[in-house]
Every structure is written in C-alpha cells, then in structure tokens.
C-alpha cells in the first residue's frame, strides 16, 4: 500500500486538483447570468408587501396569513433576470403551490406563461423555485392544502449561488473521467478497478447529492431497522428519528426542488436532541438485532453507531448510514469481480447500473444481499473452471455464507445453494466432503423452503402486508395448492407480460426510488445485450450446465412473484401487485450467462473495452445525478 500511494501520489493530486477546478469553472458557468447581471439587480432583496397583490390573503402583524381555501399572490415587476424566487412561511403540514412567470411584458399582455410546480414539505420553511429568466410578473396558487399557511417574506435572490452539492456531482464525473485516461492500461488489465472508480464516484454521488429523507423503496422502514440495531448501546428515539423511522409518516414527503430547501431539511433534522435521555419528548430504547433479516441492516448500523459516537448530529447520521451501506457493496463486489472467471464484464455491467448503485447508496438490505450473492457466484464460477484442484474449505464455507446472507435477508433465493449440486466429483477431496458439501446445501435449501412454508400451513389465518389490501397469506397459500393449474396460468402472464422490463429494461436497472424510472430503458438493454455477446471468456459453460442453472434461475424467479403473490395480494388476484425488478438482480448474472456465446469473437482492444463497459453505465447514473442536481439543488 506504501508502494502505491507513492508511485501514485502525484497522479492523484493532479487528479483532485483539476476536479476542484472543473468544479468551480461549472459553477462560474451556472452563474454566469448572475454574475452578468445589471448592477440593481445583483444579490438579494426582498419584496415589500404593498407591491404585492393578493387573494383569499390576510395581513396579520406584518405578515400574510392564508385565510380561504385557496390564494393567490401576485408580484408585478420587470426584472431582467431572475435567478431565484423565495418565500419563508410557518407551516406544519406538506402543501403545493405553482408559481406561474410571464417572462416579458409582451408574454404577459398575450397571456403567455409557465408553470413551476412547488411542493413543500413540512420539514423545510423556505420554499425556493429556480426561475433564471426575466420576469414581467410573478404569480404564487396556493391549493387548499395550504389553508393556514403564513408568508413571512418573499426574496428575489440574484446572489452567486454557490452548490457545494453540484459542485460534488461535476467534480466526481471529472474524477471518472481522469482515473479511466490516467489508469487505462491498470482497468484494461483488471476491470475490478475500473468498478471500483466508477461505483466509489457514483455512490459519493447519490449519498450527498440526494436530499436527507427518503427517496427508495420503504426506506424509512431500513432506516428505523438501522437505526435501532444499536452497534453501540441504547437508543435514543426522539420526534424527529420516529418521523424518519414511519413508513407512512413519510409516504408523502415531498422532495427538495432548490439548494435552500435541501439545507432546510438538514437543519429540521439537526433539531433533533438526539442524546439527551432526560428530555421528555425522547424515548430510550433497548437496542435489539431482531429478526434474521436484518443482518442487511448491519452496514448502515455500524455507520450510524459511528456517529453516535461522536455525537454527531441527525443528518450527518443520515448520510453516515448511507455510506457504510454503499462501501460495504463496493468492497465485497471488488472481490467477487476479481474473482469471478466467467461472465466478468457482465458482473461489472450489472454491478454499475443505475439501480444497483442507487440501492447500495440508499437504507435498504438489497446492497449487502446483491453484493453477497455476487461473490457466492463468483466463488462458484471460479471452482468451476478450476479443474486441477479440488475445492477448498475457504471456498466452500465463503460461498455458503454469501448464500446464506442472501439467503437470511430474502429466502427466496436460498435455490442458489443448489449451484453447487453442478460441480463434477473431481471438484471434491473425497466422498465425505462430497456429501458435506453437496447434500448438506441441498438439505438447508429444502429447510430455509419449508421455513417460508410451514408457518402459513400451520396458520391458515396468517396476514401479508397490509398495503396489498384484503391480503390474508394462510388463505392464499390454500388458494395456490387448491388450483395450482390456474395459479400457473396466473403466474405465466404476470410474468411474460413484465419479463423484458424486469430482467433486463429499465424496470429492472433503470428504476430510480420515488424518483421514478430513467427513460433509458431501451438503451439499457441494447447495452447489456452487446456486453453479454462480447464477453467471452476460455471456459465455455456446457448444455448441462446452462440446463441446471436456468432451472434454478426459473424456480427463484417464481419465488419472488409467488412470495409477493401471497403476502401483498387478495386471495384469488389476477394480477400479482408489488413486485418490482430488483428483486430479480441476484440472478441476472446466471440468467445472462445463458446467453453467453463462444461463435461472436471479441476483437475489440480491451482498454477500449473496458472503458465502455464501466463507462456506458457512468454515464447513465451520472446523467441522472446531474440532471438532478442542475435542475434540483442548483
């Protein structure tokens, strides 16, 4: 390690010097109008009441309080440009607003206008809208969610705006671009250090340039079960992690559309008195591993506990928990994709989508479970195409506890034990280890089965997740056993009709939380279907193989939509509600290998090669990010 950072020192100096500047040279060029700006109009003023017109409005001690269902605020006045519209209010629930702008006196005479949409959240008190342009008049609609709202000030703010976050996001795309021109010759070689650049970058990016509150799926869920671990003593549970920690609480949390209001949330959380036990709106807790499932939660735990120790504040926390999830990922898919001997650029490809990313930077256990199941396959791909030694114990007892990972956080994929039934008798030391080995996995495979099984057979009455509606998971189960034929026929055509979107479309890794999809869906695929031809590899996966490994891709694929079936669903649906395609990640690398093909012959210079399998997916991730950023938090 002393060697490489002293061959390397130089390098990464002038690689963090020039993403500074490329940092700062973006956010000259995001203020360009602002700096340019006539000298009257330069910084930041406030609007005065009485230029104000208003509807449904009333004037309460200096400030302007919403008195009927809906309101209306206008603010008349030629302004060559403006780069933010502001108000400050004192409001406890999330509201909406539209904030119209007729850019030009001629716009407004012709009625011509655009609309901004505003939604606030009850954790921010300033609401700010990016305008960047002239305006001739300025209109706020306040809905009737609003009723009660009080505007304490309206601001024109032309100021420099300096985004520390947007800054982050060009910085870091900068920093990828450099290391693969710089370090081209170490990614041609080893391709597990291109992934290393680029996920480190990206997943930096989408922890700090994302808002603190929930923006993936049940995260509010992973965060409370992060939190409460307790890496570290009791837990201190005060207003403000209980309302992070409620699923339902914060279904409807709207999202930060401006830097000011990213900063608002921060400081709503950083209220929180989160280490006095004497403060009587807190409650101390015990902290507890709970459920097995939760081994998931552990990264994020060991994060937050870290912070605890320094007493840091809520947000720091937050994102704490975030970061360990993401560099626990990164570390543990490092070195299944510097092990793995077949279908390494395809891991990489799958490993740096958008999605897979987003995950591993967000509260969720899908980071740890995707993560183990790709060393375990590595493992296993690697003792495959190793024929001239026998399986070691290391091996054996690594891929047996990345299974088993998975395995403990989502049942449904304990199959993969199975893969090890495919290794030929030469791969064993005798016939006791071969049985150890071999049967013993078979035999945790049919026990982790029957554990998701039993209990609804044993307990017809047994409830799913209430979300799904009339859900009773006992009844379903007999529903499925009753009529297997006509549960077939049901599963068939759930899954053929989401089959390309889930396995390998934008469903599946272009899926971005509550942010929703990314439109590039269809690139994705085109994508993913040039790496699996071209990745070609000396060991060629047999027929035999193939055969057993799409029976375990299938029966696992049937799991996840037959789980979801009976925990999320009415018995008897004809649609299978709540499934979505990451759960179906931990099997896209023996699902794609099945495609693998030794007739296209890769001639493709392999630093070129590797460049655009670790770029393509940089590129999508970093166009959201950005796009975020620029449009969001600029």
């Given at each position: 390690?002393?060697?490489?950072?002293?061959?390397?020192?130089?390098?990464?100096?002038?690689?963090?010097?020039?993403?500074?500047?490329?940092?700062?040279?973006?956010?000259?060029?995001?203020?360009?109008?602002?700096?340019?700006?006539?000298?009257?109009?330069?910084?930041?003023?406030?609007?005065?009441?009485?230029?104000?017109?208003?509807?449904?409005?009333?004037?309460?001690?200096?400030?302007?309080?919403?008195?009927?269902?809906?309101?209306?605020?206008?603010?008349?006045?030629?302004?060559?440009?403006?780069?933010?519209?502001?108000?400050?209010?004192?409001?406890?629930n999330d509201f909406h607003s539209i904030v119209r702008v007729y850019p030009s006196q001629q716009n407004l005479d012709n009625g011509e206008y655009y609309d901004l949409y505003d939604g606030n959240n009850r954790a921010i008190i300033?609401?700010?809208?990016?305008?960047?342009?002239?305006?001739?008049?300025?209109?706020?609609?306040?809905?009737?969610?609003?009723?009660?709202?009080?505007?304490?000030?309206?601001?024109?703010?032309?100021?420099?705006?300096?985004?520390h976050r947007r800054m982050l996001a060009i910085s870091l795309f900068a920093v990828i671009i450099m290391l693969a021109i710089l370090y081209r010759d170490l990614i041609g070689r080893k391709i597990e250090y291109g992934f290393l650049a680029v996920a480190f970058c990206s997943c930096i990016a989408l922890v700090f340039t994302f808002p603190a509150q929930k923006v993936s799926w049940d995260e509010a869920y992973h965060f409370n079960m992060a939190y409460n671990m307790g890496i570290g003593g009791d837990r201190i549970i005060t207003p403000e992690t209980a309302y992070y920690g409620n699923d339902s609480a914060?279904?409807?949390?709207?999202?930060?559309?401006?830097?000011?209001?990213?900063?608002?949330?921060?400081?709503?959380?950083?209220?929180?008195?989160?280490?006095?036990?004497?403060?009587?709106?807190?409650?101390?807790?015990?902290?507890?591993?709970?459920?097995?499932?939760?081994?998931?939660?552990?990264?994020?735990?060991?994060?937050?506990?870290?912070?605890?120790?320094?007493?840091?504040?809520?947000?720091?926390?937050?994102?704490?928990?975030?970061?360990?999830?993401?560099?626990?990922?990164?570390a543990i898919t490092f070195f299944a994709i510097r092990r793995i001997t077949v279908g390494?650029?395809?891991?990489?490809?799958?490993?740096?989508?958008?999605?897979?990313?987003?995950?591993?930077?967000?509260?969720?256990?899908?980071?740890?479970?995707?993560?183990?199941?790709?060393?375990?396959?590595?493992?296993?791909?690697?003792?495959?195409?190793?024929?001239?030694?026998?399986?070691?114990?290391?091996s054996f007892i690594i891929f047996v506890v990345s299974i088993g990972v998975a395995s403990a956080i989502k049942m449904v994929y304990a199959p993969l034990f199975l893969l090890l039934l495919?290794?030929?008798?030469?791969?064993?030391?005798?016939?006791?280890?071969?049985?150890?080995?071999?049967?013993?996995?078979?035999?945790?495979?049919?026990?982790?089965?029957?554990?998701?099984i039993v209990p609804m057979l044993l307990d017809p009455s047994t409830r799913g997740d209430d979300r799904g509606g009339a859900v009773n998971a006992g009844g379903q189960l007999s529903f499925i056993l009753g009529t297997p034929v006509y549960y077939a026929k049901i599963l068939l055509s759930n899954v053929l009709s989401t089959g390309s979107s889930y396995?390998?479309?934008?469903?599946?890794?272009?899926?971005?939380?509550?942010?929703?999809?990314?439109?590039?869906?269809?690139?994705?695929?085109?994508?993913?279907?040039?790496?699996?031809?071209?990745?070609?590899?000396?060991?060629?996966?047999?027929?035999?193989?193939?055969?057993?490994?799409?029976?375990?891709?299938?029966?696992?694929?049937?799991?996840?939509w037959t789980a979801l079936y009976i925990s999320f669903n009415p018995v008897g649906n004809l649609v299978i509600n709540g499934v979505q395609g990451r759960y179906f990640m931990p099997v896209t690398l023996l699902l794609y290998l099945l495609f693998n093909t030794d007739k296209i012959k890769n001639e493709i210079n392999t630093k070129l090669y590797h460049a655009m399998v670790i770029g393509i997916p940089a590129l999508l991730t970093f166009s959201i990010v950005i796009y975020k950023v620029i449009n969001y938090c600029a």
């Open positions: 390690m002393k060697n490489i950072i002293l061959n390397n020192y130089k390098k990464i100096i002038i690689i963090l010097i020039v993403a500074i500047a490329v940092g700062l040279m973006g956010e000259v060029v995001f203020n360009l109008k602002s700096l340019t700006a006539p000298e009257g109009e330069k910084g930041r003023f406030s609007v005065e009441f009485d230029d104000l017109q208003t509807v449904g409005f009333e004037m309460v001690d200096g400030k302007l309080v919403l008195t009927e269902d809906v309101g209306l605020i206008t603010y008349r006045h030629s302004i060559s440009h403006v780069s933010r519209f502001e108000y400050t209010f004192d409001f406890e300033t609401s700010e809208t990016n305008i960047d342009s002239s305006i001739a008049q300025i209109e706020i609609f306040f809905s009737e969610d609003a009723k009660g709202i009080v505007i304490e000030d309206i601001s024109i703010d032309n100021t420099f705006n300096f985004s914060v279904a409807t949390l709207m999202y930060p559309l401006a830097e000011v209001e990213f900063d608002s949330i921060e400081d709503y959380m950083d209220s929180s008195n989160l280490y006095d036990k004497a403060d009587e709106n807190n409650q101390v807790v015990k902290a507890e591993f709970g459920r097995l499932s939760n081994v998931g939660h552990l990264p994020s735990s060991v994060g937050i506990s870290i912070g605890r120790l320094f007493k840091l504040p809520l947000s720091d926390l937050f994102y704490l928990g975030k970061l360990f999830n993401a560099l626990t990922y990164i390494k650029r395809i891991l990489t490809a799958i490993a740096l989508m958008p999605t897979t990313l987003f995950l591993a930077s967000a509260y969720s256990y899908d980071a740890l479970l995707n993560a183990s199941v790709f060393l375990g396959l590595a493992y296993f791909f690697s003792e495959l195409t190793d024929k001239e030694k026998v399986m070691s114990w290391k495919a290794l030929p008798k030469e791969k064993f030391k005798d016939t006791k280890s071969k049985i150890i080995m071999k049967y013993g996995l078979f035999i945790i495979c049919i026990a982790v089965v029957a554990i998701m396995l390998i479309g934008d469903g599946i890794f272009g899926a971005m939380g509550h942010y929703s999809n990314i439109k590039y869906g269809g690139y994705i695929a085109l994508f993913l279907v040039f790496v699996i031809l071209t990745d070609t590899s000396e060991y060629k996966l047999s027929l035999k193989l193939k055969a057993f490994m799409s029976i375990v891709v299938l029966v696992i694929i049937c799991f996840v």
